[in-house]
């Protein structure tokens, strides 16, 4: 018993380490999916006079958004390896439902998304054969 108590100290240590590490980069994909989606933007802004191309920011973002999402759920699984009681085990899967609902939708929104990008640039291009086709 002697030799398991500073294991287990060690362990939570070492799990507490690795959980604030994932939520770190959960915050910093958040982070670095905002100012890619700005730099975009203004990007886009620079170059045409249009509208932002609303599906295109939202892929770019929705893409980190759900990168974020996984990090948070191994963080939250990393946490319940330690101690785990009903209670803990409970809010997992809630959290885990939560997070996998989000995100399984987050990634079909951002299918249709990006289908529906394909879809204007192939009509696009279309339109400007037609164009300058005699």
Known sequence: MELIE????H?????????LLLETIAAICV????????????????RHSVPLPYLKLRL????????????????????TTVAP?????????AIALIRTFLNYFLGKELKETYEL??????HS???SLLRHHP
């Open 125 to 127: 291009y279309a339109n």
């Open 6 to 9: 500073p294991l287990e100290q």
């Open 60 to 79: 770019r973002f929705g893409a980190w958004l759900a990168l974020a999402l996984e990090f948070q759920l191994a963080s939250d699984i990393l946490n």
């Open 117 to 122: 990008e394909e879809k204007a640039k192939k």
């Open 31 to 46: 982070l670095i999916g905002l100012i890619r989606t700005l730099q975009l933007s203004v990007a886009i802004r620079q």
């Open 85 to 93: 009681t009903f209670e803990t085990l409970a809010k997992l899967g």
């Open 11 to 19: 362990l939570h240590f070492f799990i507490n380490v690795l959980k």
